[in-house]
């Protein structure tokens, strides 16, 4: 081998090292980033075909709706819960510090957060979308097909149904 | 009437786009004079006409024609007039317009200041320039169209402007965005008209390095400017997000990056010309991308646009035929491209080469985490988010050997570079780097080995080193004095843009470390302490503004005991979109931000208040600034004025006075 080509097969095997090397590193740490979204059904009654339900203490994000009259705020504290809801289930979200400026009862919104029990979520995040009619889309996608009712009354109605 | 008259030099302006993309190309494969000379006059017209037409939509904005559906869903009659024109930009339709109106304009400023190009490579210029406004023009007039009239049943009023884009920094960050998104458009086109004629060489970049260099300054500019309002207006105090959007206009951004020094290379030494071009294709596409991430609906977040399928797919295929085109035409003529030059191991060719690959390995580590997600839900996989941690943890091993080959990079020769010679002026700078990182962190906080002093000596390696090299470059003209007359603008853009990116490495470095935050439940006359610093709730009242009302909380905060400054933060309920914004208060001091946003009222007394004491977060910007500054001397560099060729008699004595 002359040195020019040397040098050159020395250059690609670092070029080729390195990239595979930086794509790696990528890879791993994008696997320990990747947070699955869930809607509060699919929380309860798992996702997809094989019905895979989270684990306690998986980190995750939640997308729902709030359910009116649910927002229960300690008295001398900034913890705060309230409840989730799209189709059915209902999952709760336990959070403190300052929720955000477009946070209302019957509004979407999502959370991120570590999943302490079968149906709590701790929030380290709550976000709203700075739109009155927002609805994560995720959660507009889980409801498709569902006469479009205010999950409010949803909840009303599965209420009602318990109680003949 | 007005908003007619606007439609009508819109679709005038496409057909001119039309004449623009097919009459110069033409004359220049056919070498017909007259038609590539049509060039310069079309490029003219189109921007004309643009600038009509937005001229006709922020009329009815200031007229409050809200007979104008696009008026009638972004504006409303109490705005006050300057968000009235603001708001010309504040939804996809507008923005769009806006986006043609840059267009536009960098196509008449090629038509305008490359007069001295050869006629048949300007007039490829233009007419590869024409073709992107083709799609563009046609997106805007048959899918997006701003002029849209309601009539005759419109509304009285307006559904007003979204309270966010309520701002100081919303009137600049979206044309500065624009101009650089669209600035890529003439490298690009640069790159094409190169890749027809199948000529490189160094007079070749010589005339593509100032266009993008301004792009890249004005892309530095708004992305800046981006962040210093996200974290004005968004009342979370942060400053970058990793946001999809934000993702969307830093890929360019790297790209861009990579390829002003891939330039620089290719204008002094005629080398890497087949990887200049791939990157000045790849910042354009890059560019599109994020248009068609923003605009497609396909994300969710604060910056997308209310979502319509068609218009994402048709800025996918957009896309598809502007990155597909372009690499056909570089796999047929690239390989005729060869490079002659040769170069050594250590040189600074070598760095520079590995600038671009830190730079590629960002842009791939942000695409990654930006279309990952979008790839995992249409495989049926579930939907998921990539966390910050993400991002962080990359960019923060890859801005450790950046910055130290950024300190290396200015004081290695081109072509070959003896190890000796360097040793002293490095271990130089070495020292200079420990006393002032040691320095600046016994200053402001206590010496702890964690990430804020790695920032510091990474930001005073790279800011003591172009410091001092341009002090020798200074040296080597005789005196300083002689020097600094002699040196050319584009060494010491170069400087300042290096010491920018110090600075910026400081401030992340620092905020990231020392920031501290507190969200506090809080009454009249209740006082917190965070960080030394006492804050004190004086009192909450009610506020009433133009199209809004709200609350506004007065506090003091104190030192140690000493008075500091008052603090005004408001919650605004603005009535017409019924949403709630937070307006924070700030106190900036280049050490420091103190930073307080009122949250909700938990009961009849007592206030949820986020308090911030953010250490060196100005840096952040300043560094941007001081990058873009930087570019903006480097385009004032004397040689990229200078006439390459005499078309007519008249520009002779220009030249005389440019000499």
């Known amino acids: 081998m002359n040195p020019r080509r040397q040098k050159r097969l020395v250059a690609v095997t670092a070029f080729v090292l390195l990239l595979g090397g930086a794509i790696g590193a990528m890879l791993y740490a994008l696997q320990q980033n990747i947070d699955l979204f869930y809607t509060p059904s699919q929380l309860i009654e798992g996702i997809g075909d094989k019905k895979v339900k989270p684990e306690v203490g998986q980190r995750l994000r939640i997308g729902g709706m709030v359910v009116k009259g649910s927002v229960r705020r300690a008295p001398d504290s900034l913890k705060v819960s309230f409840d989730l809801v799209d189709t059915g289930p209902i999952v709760t979200v336990e959070y403190e510090g300052i929720l955000p400026d477009l946070f209302r009862e019957g509004q979407g919104i999502v959370a991120q957060g570590v999943l302490v029990d079968k149906t709590t979520i701790l929030a380290s995040e709550v976000l709203a979308k700075h739109d009155e009619e927002y609805m994560p889309p995720e959660v507009a996608e889980a409801l498709k097909g569902i006469k479009h009712v205010p999950p409010s009354q949803l909840y009303k109605e599965s209420d009602k149904g318990q109680q003949p | 009437m007005i908003a007619e008259y606007g439609q009508l030099a819109l679709t005038f302006a496409f057909c001119v786009s039309l004449a623009l993309a097919i009459v110069p190309l033409y004359g220049s494969f056919k070498g017909n004079q007259t038609a590539l000379e049509l060039g310069n006059p079309l490029a003219y017209a189109l921007f004309f006409l643009t600038a009509f037409s937005f001229w006709a939509l922020s009329y009815a904005f200031w007229a409050n024609d809200f007979t104008v559906v696009y008026v009638a869903s972004n504006s409303n009659s109490l705005l006050p007039w300057y968000y009235r024109l603001t708001a010309v930009w504040g939804g996809h339709e507008g923005s769009m317009l806006l986006w043609l109106l840059t267009l536009a304009g960098w196509i008449g400023a090629v038509a305008l200041f490359s007069r001295s190009l050869p006629l048949q490579f300007q007039g490829r210029i233009l007419g590869v320039m024409g073709l992107i406004a083709v799609g563009f023009y046609a997106f805007v007039l048959f899918m997006s169209n701003p002029f849209m009239l309601s009539l005759p049943y419109y509304p009285v009023d307006g559904r007003d402007l979204n309270p966010l884009l309520q701002d100081f920094g919303m009137i600049i960050h ?11 458009a003439v490298s690009f086109a640069f790159a094409i008209a190169a890749l027809m004629g199948g000529k490189f060489d160094s007079t070749w970049a010589r005339w593509a390095r100032p266009w993008t260099l301004a792009a890249w300054m004005f892309l530095t500019m708004g992305i800046m400017l981006g962040s210093w309002w996200a974290y004005a207006e968004l009342g979370w105090g942060g400053w970058w997000f990793w946001d999809p959007v934000e993702n969307a206009s830093f890929m360019p951004w790297l790209v861009g990056t990579a390829l002003i020094h891939s330039l620089a290379v290719t204008e002094k030494r005629g080398t890497f010309k087949s990887w200049t071009v791939l990157l000045a294709i790849g910042a354009f596409s890059l560019s599109l991308l994020g248009a068609f991430l923003v605009r497609s609906g396909v994300l969710v977040s604060v910056h997308s646009f209310a979502a319509d399928p068609d218009r994402g797919l048709y800025l996918l295929a957009f896309l598809l035929v502007v990155v597909g085109g372009s690499l056909l035409l570089y796999a047929i003529r690239m390989n005729s491209v060869r490079s002659q030059a040769r170069y050594e191991l250590f040189s600074r060719e070598v760095l520079l080469w590995g600038n671009n ?60 570079q003896q190890v000796q010679p360097l040793l002293k002026p490095m271990s130089l700078i070495a020292i200079a780097t420990l006393i002032l990182a040691l320095g600046t962190m016994a200053a402001t906080q206590s010496i702890q080995a ?9 930001g005073a390696w790279v800011g003591s080193s172009a410091i001092f090299e341009l002090l020798q470059r200074l040296q080597q003209f005789g005196s300083i004095t002689q020097g600094l007359t002699k040196l050319n603008a584009s060494h010491f853009g170069m400087t300042l843009a290096h010491i920018g990116f110090a600075v910026l490495v400081v401030g992340v470095a620092m905020t990231k470390t020392y920031s501290v935050e507190t969200q506090v439940r809080m009454k009249a006359g209740d006082q917190v302490e965070l960080a030394g610093y006492q804050f004190k709730l004086v009192e909450v009242y009610d506020l009433k503004g133009p199209n809004y009302s709200g609350e506004a909380a007065e506090l003091d905060v104190s030192y140690q005991g000493d008075y500091v400054t008052h603090l005004h933060a408001e919650k605004r309920f603005y009535t017409v979109q019924r949403s709630v914004m937070t307006e924070a208060a700030v106190h900036a001091r280049l050490s420091r931000d103190l930073y307080v946003a009122l949250g909700e009222s938990l009961s009849e007394d007592s206030w949820a208040l986020s308090l911030y004491v953010k250490p060196f977060v100005r840096w952040i910007w300043l560094g941007g600034l001081l990058m873009s500054l930087g570019a903006l ?25 440019d000499a």
């Open chain 2, 357 to 416: 690959i830190f730079l590629l390995t960002a842009t791939l580590v942000v695409l990654l985490g930006t279309l990952f997600p979008l790839v995992h839900k249409e495989l049926g996989l579930g939907s998921i988010s990539i966390g910050e941690p993400f991002f962080n943890q990359l960019f923060y091993y890859l801005v450790i050997p950046f910055s130290l080959l950024l300190g290396l990079g200015p004081w290695v020769r081109w072509k070959q």
């Open chain 2, 174 to 184: 979206p044309p500065m965005l624009y101009m650089g998104y669209v600035g890529f």
């Open chain 2, 633 to 657: 001397i480097a385009l004032c560099d004397k040689r990229y004025r200078r006439r390459t060729v005499d078309r007519k008699d008249t520009t002779e004595q220009k030249d005389k006075a």
């Open chain 2, 450 to 458: 964690n990430l804020a002093l790695l920032g510091l000596l990474l």
